[in-house]
């Protein structure tokens, strides 16, 4: 590969910041030089022209031209993209975390002499950045997941212990607090208005842990798309959806940074990356700032996030064939007494747009639950029978979030199955209990999770959560084994549980 020289690469931009062709040469420079620096063809035929002419300029006033020279290259040296970066810097962080992994074995010999319940001790790096001076820092939750201790290396190399104060597995953010202040802070920009192929900035640490200085490191890029969402592979916990899409190059170490435009306002948090290799090829993903601080709001005043709720279904989230639907998304049934049902829209109808917003995709329309919190309203246009109606839907909690739970052996959280819930979780089943929170203790014994219907308990039909806290009593008093009956996924599994 041949590299140009350093010379051709900086004099374009000397050009671009000198006078007129038609003003007065500025002290220093000479008439010649002037007309080649305007010359508005920019060749580099010009520009060495330029250098000589300079040269000669020079050996009469050699201080001052050279003065003059260098004042003009450093400032083309400060762009819009320096300036920006150097805004930001100052406030995104390093976020250190130690976590335990249950070790699997790879080997005969590592499963004859690897102990049961083996683990280790796993040290993961990402980024975050500093939203308040008393201490909130936002990064991703993948960079959290599973901590039992987090460190916070602020850009000076000071280590700050952080408490997570929450974390958000579906959208993929995560809060945490140290204890400090007068912390710099970024500045919060706007997603909205964003234009395809305007310069933004991403700034973490991507390898930080190979690198023997905590300065973060910045890269450069522009605005791909926005508005993008990620079809989920099998094992996606979260959902990205409603993506800003860069270029600008994100590396393992990156996620949780900050995506900043050209002013230094940070419109989007780092999140992932499309590659097979696992390091940048030009496709990386941002959460648009407005759902991350949402988000990290509800974290940090209730711990968890409340989830919107419309009560209905769309085609499509079932299967990936078909997905695009140009024409709008088929309603595919709307819960008794939902959001949905109170705005009058049926079972049949073809939802066109929310909140302004063409609905192509179930993922379009994820992307709207995904940006509204309980109590607010989402204007939609949909069509039936060829005729466009508009409606809006007031958003509740999710029925699961609001139904009343019992508790049973100590650590599982039981909630009676209704029509709402069972709309919300797409159970096939009209019976059961949900298992809303489960102890690692009884999800070890018995292989059951949060997410499963139990619909029977040995021979017996569960019609209530009552009914799930009587056949495990009644085992244990006993001290039998029972089998324990899920609807998971749309199918039907057992488990033996020894309650």
């Known amino acids: 590969m041949r590299f140009a020289p350093a010379v051709a690469l900086v004099l374009p931009a000397l050009a671009c910041n000198a006078p007129d062709s038609d003003r007065p040469a500025e002290a220093g420079f000479g008439a010649s030089a002037v007309a080649a620096v305007s010359d508005s063809r920019g060749t580099i035929d010009s520009a060495s022209w330029t250098l000589r002419a300079l040269g000669e300029d020079a050996q009469a006033s050699p201080n001052n031209t050279q003065q003059q020279l260098s004042d003009s290259i450093s400032g083309s040296r400060l762009s819009a993209i320096a300036t920006a970066a150097a805004r930001v810097a100052p406030a995104v962080v390093s976020v250190n975390v130690v976590r335990r992994e249950r070790r699997v074995a790879r080997t005969i010999w590592e499963q004859f002499w690897m102990p049961r319940g083996s683990e280790r001790v796993v040290e993961g790096l990402g980024s975050g950045f500093v939203v308040t001076s008393d201490g909130i820092v936002i990064t991703n939750q993948h960079v ?44 919060i920009g706007s997603s909205n208005d964003l234009v395809i192929g305007e310069w933004v900035v991403a700034i973490g640490n991507p390898y930080g842990y190979l690198l023997g200085n905590t300065e973060p490191t910045v890269t450069a890029g522009v605005v791909s798309a926005v508005g993008r969402d990620l079809i989920p592979a099998d ?88 997905w695009k639907q140009a024409g709008g998304l088929e309603v595919t049934r709307v819960a008794a007494g939902g959001p949905a049902d109170q705005a009058g829209l049926r079972g049949g109808d073809v939802l066109v747009r929310a909140e302004g917003q063409a609905m192509r995709t179930y993922l379009d329309w994820e992307a709207i639950k995904l940006d509204v919190s309980p109590g607010e309203p989402v204007t939609v246009v949909y069509r039936r029978r060829s005729r466009e109606r508009e409606a809006q839907i007031t958003v509740a909690d999710l029925p699961s979030a609001r139904a009343e ?61 009552e009914d799930v806290t009587a056949a495990f009593q009644a085992a244990g008093r006993q001290r039998t084994w029972i089998r324990v009956y899920v609807e998971r996924d749309g199918s039907v599994y057992s488990t033996d549980f020894y309650p």
């Open 235 to 322: 094992q996606d916990e979260g959902s990205y959806v409603g993506m800003i899409q860069t270029d600008a190059a994100i590396n393992p170490g990156n996620s949780g940074g900050p995506l900043a435009n050209a002013l230094g306002e940070v419109v989007g948090v780092n999140a992932s990356i499309f590659s097979r290799s696992g390091g940048s090829v030009g496709i990386g993903f941002a959460i648009p700032i407005e759902r991350a601080l949402r988000v990290a709001n509800e974290l940090r005043l209730y711990g968890t996030v409340r989830r919107a709720w419309m009560g209905l279904d769309v085609a499509g989230a079932e299967s990936l064939r078909g």
């Open 144 to 187: 959290t997941e599973g901590a039992e201790e987090i460190v916070v290396t602020t850009r000076d190399g000071t280590d700050l212990e952080a408490v997570l104060l929450g974390e958000d597995q579906l959208t993929d953010i995560a809060v945490l607090k140290v204890d400090a202040r007068s912390l710099p802070t970024v500045s």
């Open 405 to 465: 739970r019992v508790s049973t052996n100590g650590d599982v959280e039981l909630i009676t199955l209704n029509p709402a819930i069972q709309q919300e979780r797409g159970f096939q089943r009209d019976h059961g209990a949900l298992i809303y929170s489960i102890g690692e203790r009884a999800g070890r014994l018995s292989r059951l999770q949060a997410g499963d219907l139990i619909v029977q308990v040995n021979r017996q039909r569960i019609e209530s959560a």
